[in-house]
């Protein structure tokens, strides 16, 4: 039933905010750095956005965990519209629309809530392998818009200790 339109489209927005809470996160970073003397405040707001962070990514995880069927559904709005284009682009070095440490931080929340092995491996693969292939690399090239034609664009491999990267369908 949540595997096709309208509902598939949750998952696509709810990917989409991840994407923007994570440039959110990276931009407050930014800001931090160039205050002289930041206040706590300052503070306690980054502290809020990653705490954010920390609790959509148990959230994804209750309903990978809950509903299986929608395992592939979500891992797959969530690579292709803020994991690939911010995180993976960042750390190989492809673009710059969140800073390394945010990166690291996302990854290490990433690895920490979510226990979905093929999700686990379409990100760690190409990290480890430091190889990706063609259609990876154009997922992380630029940031995807119009979540309204999101409609499960990737394929996992079926073996869950494969490390190569996911391609599309």
């Not at 096709?4 to 931009?27: D, E, N, T, V």
């Not at 379409?122 to 430091?130: A, E, F, H, M, N």
């Not at 409609?151 to 869950?160: A, C, L, N």
Request: neutral net charge; proline residues 4%; hydrophobic residues 40%.
């Amino acid at each position: 039933m949540f595997t096709s339109l309208p509902h598939i489209l949750y998952f696509g927005k709810l990917s989409c905010y991840a994407q923007s809470l994570w440039i959110s996160i990276s931009s407050k970073c930014k800001a931090i750095s160039k205050i002289e003397t930041p206040t706590k405040n300052d503070y306690n707001k980054l502290l809020s956005l990653i705490d954010e962070s920390k609790q959509l990514l148990l959230y994804i995880e209750d309903i990978i965990k809950s509903i299986s069927e929608l395992a592939d559904v979500i891992s797959n709005a969530l690579l292709y519209y803020a994991i690939y284009p911010l995180v993976m682009a960042r750390l190989m070095k492809v673009n710059s629309y969140i800073n390394t440490n945010t990166a690291l931080m996302i990854l290490t929340q990433i690895v920490t809530f979510i226990t979905y092995k093929p999700l686990l491996n379409s990100i760690l693969g190409p990290l480890v392998s430091r190889e990706i292939s063609l259609e990876c690399k154009r997922a992380i090239e630029e940031l995807p818009d119009n979540v309204g034609t999101y409609t499960k664009p990737w394929k996992f491999f079926e073996s869950t200790n494969n490390l190569d990267c996911i391609c599309f369908n």
